[in-house]
């Protein structure tokens, strides 16, 4: 401490002194001289850690005016400077601002992330404050309602490849919605309110939101009664042109835009074979602000108890929808790009995954091993290395237990707990006799495999291509 002490002292007066000669107007040679002088002085003191600033660049708070009565599930923060920041609610916000700070206007993408919610957890039902969520996005100007078809084909393909029971898409769109509210007599100033409400039929029933709408955001019980005659119908590609002749809704602008835009968007989810699970539901809202065209929800269904009734829905697991003027709410000059996507509940899925199995009394598999190398008796380590490494080279996916005696019983339990399929052992006369003995997890039979046999008799079982040579 005192050396550096000395150091300072010593930059101090080298300092003022190349200040002095400035001052005097010294010639250049003799202030370039000293400023050397001065910079090898700093050069030898070096930084002084215990004084060095961290300059963070915090970011604004983007959120607030974009989620509707929602926002009070945005986790707000604070710095130390009262300036508010806030955890991120979605992955569709941030993805706007990222297109508006690069000057993006076409872009297709998927997107894996955590998000937040100040929401009360239920486990059971796949609701937490903290999960991850899947987006799928297009971004770009395109002829209308193909990209929608798109992430409608997606969905759909990702929902059915999941396994996990059947399902139906809900579709509308904020402009049939916004119209339908303004010929029924709602406020502009109501409009939003109104839809978070509605929004809620698939969890309560009419006159539950009706009350609410009239008892607790002051709708006329008249203009609630008109809302409940167009927000109870639900169909196909026959009701969207239903509605195209309907004396009042067919002369509201925003509506007939709406309608005809999902007339175009059946036709495409016809051509792509989906639009079985489509239905045209006026009661799905989506109560987010920045939906500005189609929207949609996907809910799984329960079987029903008798043939003929209607299935009753379990929850959502995928939404979406058409956003075209999110991101230029975030561009400097207002451009647009029009945009389009879904989410998948990451978590949802997994509870939902998770219930059935254990409903039906199955093991949750942990991990995608094929094999596990075990070996019967003491001091096999080294083989079993050589073994799974050879399974490893082969695109087999090998594990062995990290332990170098390890019991054949608890190589054998791990694999039941972890759903391994199948159980490589390596044994003293295995190894005399050059052969594998391959046991079946769920069955407990066991074969002798010959070692140059076994990567392909795993393949076999395990549903993998087999080299053909």
């Keep these: 401490m005192a050396e550096r002490a000395a150091l300072e002292e010593l930059v101090k007066l080298q300092g003022e002194r190349v200040r002095g000669l400035k001052q005097q107007k010294a010639s250049a040679e003799l202030i370039e001289e000293e400023v050397a002088k001065l ?71 998927y997107h894996i992330a955590k998000v937040y919610r100040r929401d009360n957890p239920a486990m059971t039902r796949g609701r937490y404050r903290e999960f991850y969520q899947c987006d799928f996005d297009i971004a770009g100007n395109f002829d209308p309602m193909i990209p929608d078809a798109e992430c409608l084909k997606i969905m759909c393909e990702i929902l059915s490849s999941l396994q996990i029971g059947d399902f139906l898409v809900k579709v509308n769109d904020r402009r049939i919605l916004d119209g339908m509210f303004a010929i029924c007599g709602v406020s502009d100033s109501k409009f939003r309110t109104i839809c978070s409400s509605v929004d809620k039929l698939d969890k309560v029933s009419w006159e539950e939101v009706k009350n609410e709408m009239v008892g607790e955001k002051g709708l006329a019980p008249e203009v609630a009664d008109r809302i409940g005659d167009y927000v109870q119908q639900h169909g196909g590609v026959s009701l969207v042109e239903q509605l195209l002749q309907d004396p009042k809704l067919s002369q509201n602008k925003q509506a007939l835009e709406g309608l005809g835009d999902l007339k175009l968007l059946f036709e495409y989810l016809t051509l792509f074979g989906i639009d079985d699970k489509i239905s045209f539901d006026l009661s799905l809202a989506r109560g987010l602000d920045y939906y500005t065209g189609v929207i949609y929800e996907a809910v799984l269904l329960q079987t029903p108890a008798q043939a003929g009734e209607e299935p009753l829905g379990v929850g959502s697991v995928a939404a979406g929808g058409r956003y075209d003027g999110l991101v230029g709410m975030f561009d400097p000059k207002g451009r647009k790009v029009p945009c389009v996507g879904l989410s998948i509940g990451v978590e949802r899925i997994f509870s939902i995954v998770e219930q059935r199995l254990e409903a039906l009394e199955e093991k949750v598999r942990t991990t995608e091993t094929q094999v596990l190398v075990a070996s019967a008796q003491k001091k096999l380590l080294e083989e079993r290395l050589k073994l799974v490494s050879e399974l490893w080279d082969a695109g087999i996916k090998a594990e062995l237990l990290y332990k170098k005696n390890p019991k054949l019983l608890n190589q054998l ?54 080299c053909i040579c």
């Design 413 to 466: 339990q791990y694999c039941e707990e972890a759903g391994i399929p199948l159980v490589a052992i390596i044994g003293e006369q295995e190894l005399k006799d050059g052969v594998i003995k391959l046991r079946s997890v769920t069955s407990r039979e066991e074969v002798d495999v010959r070692r140059e046999d076994l990567v392909e008799e795993i393949k076999r079982r395990t549903g993998q291509p087999l």
């Design 39 to 109: 910079l090898k002085l700093k050069a030898q003191l070096g930084p002084d850690e215990s004084k060095q600033k961290f300059v963070l660049k915090t970011p604004k708070e983007t959120l607030t005016g974009k989620y509707g009565e929602d926002s009070k599930l945005i986790y707000d923060l604070k710095d130390q400077g009262g300036e508010l920041l806030s955890l991120r609610y979605d992955l569709t916000v941030p993805f706007a601002r990222y297109l508006a700070m690069n000057k993006l206007t076409n872009i297709k993408r």
